[in-house]
């Protein structure tokens, strides 16, 4: 298995824009995951799925970021519009059930 | 809901040393504690992970226990190397249905050579 993927890598977006990051879970995890990590505030969880079904948005900093997972394969992180406090890494993990979890390379994303 | 701290915030041994990081965490529900490495620009990697029905795991040279009553747990690596050097983070979790995590803001671990 090619692990967790997310793409792009790196985004380098103007104030306002939109942003769109994609994950594709490693297949037959249950779970997916969208952390944020900063210097400032550490790995922050923003959102996770079971089964395609969103579980706990909470850690969602605020009306502006959104996330959907139409499949099993596939999840997005929207950001809508973007500012420059939205500058950091953004990460996707995946598991089973009460197990640890993996994550992909991260996309480190840069609003100017 | 589940407050992970972690401590010391960072942790500089001599090659060949011992090193240990301490967690708590509030939330007695917790059956899940992972701990990740993460190196320079990577992402976080788990190393080792123990569930509250086992007081203590251990995989080569590192180790891991916990103490449920107390809540806390912490990792124990042995003859460290320098590639030993990352930040580490601790995280908790319920599982079942509330499968959120919550992670310990990390130690950067330095071995020196």
């Known amino acids: 298995d090619a692990g967790v993927i997310q793409s792009p890598r790196h985004e380098v977006t103007e104030m306002g824009q939109e942003v769109t990051l994609r994950c594709k879970p490693i297949?037959?995890?249950?779970?997916l995951f969208w952390y944020r990590q900063t210097m400032m505030r550490g790995l922050e969880l923003l959102i996770y799925?079971?089964?395609?079904?969103?579980?706990?948005d909470s850690g969602m900093p605020e009306d502006r970021f959104s996330a959907k997972m139409p499949n099993a394969s596939f999840s997005t992180l929207k950001i809508q519009p973007s500012e420059p406090r939205d500058s950091a890494v953004y990460f996707c993990?995946?598991?089973?059930?009460?197990?640890?979890?993996?994550f992909g390379p991260g996309t480190r994303l840069t609003v100017t | 809901g589940e407050n992970v701290e972690q401590h010391p915030s960072t942790l500089s041994v001599q090659e060949g040393d011992s090193a240990v990081i301490k967690c708590t965490y509030s939330?007695?529900?917790?059956?899940?504690f992972p701990w990740y490495k993460q190196e320079l620009g990577k992402r976080p990697q788990l190393i080792i992970d123990?569930?509250?029905?086992?007081g203590e795991k251990k995989d080569q040279r590192i180790a891991v226990t916990l103490n449920k009553t107390a809540k806390h747990f912490s990792l124990h690596i042995t003859e460290t190397q320098p590639e030993d050097s990352a930040v580490y983070f601790c995280?908790?979790?319920?599982?079942?249905?509330?499968?959120?995590?919550?992670f310990g803001a990390g130690t950067r671990l330095t071995v020196k050579p």
């Open positions: 993990a995946s598991s089973l059930a009460l197990a640890g979890q993996y």
């Open positions: 297949s037959g995890h249950d779970y």
């Open positions: 123990i569930r509250s029905n086992v």
């Open positions: 995280a908790a979790s319920k599982g079942g249905n509330n499968n959120d995590m919550r």
């Open positions: 939330d007695s529900a917790s059956n899940y």
């Open positions: 799925f079971n089964n395609n079904v969103p579980i706990d």
